[in-house]
């Protein structure tokens, strides 16, 4: 009898931590900035470097030219990696594309979908993913090295239309306060 209270507390306890984990997603990616201050000629190393600054962005749709990235008063030689949870509304093909000035790529559950890496004017690639329905983890790096910066990221869901991921299935887990 106590070895089944035990088994139905843990379980109970495993089921409210699920429901806790699903509660604490809030809208928005989470934006970790870099800036390196010297060429950026490819995808920083940052393992062991803090980011100069962290937002949350609704959406990865920037065009900054020549200036400074938004929230930044960097121009040229940074590097910014967004994470979180991208929901999908049901199971289907989806290409997704990022169009970058410098280098992009994105990762879904951990797997690169497009590589768009490289030294480059606003250029788009893309790739295609076949997702279940549900929760899955998205990673989209990007960098610039000099003259005009941008990243874009768009996607096609199977039977849609091209559009720029929408705020609607852009998630990041609440930091612990
Ligand atoms: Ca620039
Ligand atoms: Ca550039």
């Given at each position: 009898?106590?070895?089944?209270?035990?088994?139905?507390?843990?379980?109970?306890?495993?089921?409210?931590?699920?429901a806790f984990a699903a509660d604490e997603l809030e809208p928005g990616l989470n934006c970790e900035f870099?800036?390196?201050g010297e060429e950026v000629g490819d995808f920083p190393d940052?393992?062991?470097?803090?980011?100069?600054k962290t937002w949350v962005d609704k959406t990865i749709d920037v065009d900054a030219g020549d200036g400074a990235w938004p929230n930044t008063?960097?121009?040229?030689?940074?590097?910014?990696?967004?994470?979180?949870?991208?929901?999908m509304e049901?199971?289907?093909?989806?290409?997704?594309?990022?169009?970058s000035d410098d280098g992009?790529?994105?990762?879904?559950?951990?797997k690169q979908v497009v590589d768009?890496?490289?030294?480059?004017?606003a250029e788009e690639k893309d790739g295609e993913v076949e997702l279940k329905a549900g929760d899955h983890e998205i990673k989209v790096e990007f960098f610039e090295n000099g003259g005009q910066a941008s990243c874009k990221v768009s996607w096609e869901p199977a039977g849609g239309a091209k559009e720029i991921v929408p705020a609607k299935v852009l998630f990041h887990k609440k930091a612990a306060k």
């Open positions: 009898m106590k070895r089944l209270l035990v088994v139905l507390l843990a379980f109970s306890l495993l089921v409210v931590g699920k870099f800036n390196i940052v393992k062991d470097k803090k980011a100069t008063d960097a121009a040229d030689n940074f590097y910014i990696r967004w994470t979180g949870v991208i929901k049901k199971d289907g093909k989806y290409k997704f594309y990022t169009e992009s790529r994105l990762f879904i559950d951990g768009n890496g490289g030294l480059h004017a």
